[in-house]
């Protein structure tokens, strides 16, 4: 069983600036691209409802940065979800600089907590996760134990 729920992203002249450093923003973009996927793969119709009745918010991020990368660097973001608590979940995220010689090192990390919510006028009410999303997260080896089950 894989513990995490990996994509690929390779570097681009987009990604950086003019001095070929990645931007410290795109990690944080990249978390949610891996966030995304994640739910493309194991929770499309909860994507699919996303925006109308319930959502998904994110309530706080962090990146920390430990080695720079470049245009060309192909890099791996392995996400995983120890929790899902109530309707909060926490996403953690590892990225990995896919080497040649397959050492693979640690680029930086980074964490989300995530709410799941219905619209309430203006106003976000917490909502119970679909079952397809928690069954996902204990995949990866998270604690759903304590999670609002829609």
């Not at 245009?71 to 953690?92: E, K």
Request: hydrophobic content about 40%.
């Amino acid at each position: 069983m894989s513990t995490t729920f990996d994509i690929e992203h390779t570097v681009t002249a987009d990604d950086t600036d003019y001095a070929g450093n990645v931007f410290f923003a795109d990690f944080l973009k990249w978390q949610g691209h891996s966030r995304d996927r994640f739910l493309m793969r194991y929770a499309p119709a909860f994507l699919e409802e996303l925006n109308s009745a319930r959502t998904v918010v994110t309530i706080r991020c962090q990146c920390e940065y430990l080695l720079g990368i470049t245009v060309a660097d192909a890099v791996s973001i392995r996400l995983s979800i120890p929790t899902v608590y109530f309707n909060l979940a926490t996403l953690r995220f590892a990225y990995h600089l896919l080497a040649p010689d397959d050492t693979d090192p640690l680029i930086a990390r980074g964490e989300q907590q995530v709410a799941c919510v219905r619209r309430d006028g203006n106003e976000n009410v917490p909502a119970g996760w679909p079952r397809e999303v928690l069954r996902a997260a204990e995949e990866l080896g998270g604690d759903v134990s304590r999670a609002f089950v829609d």
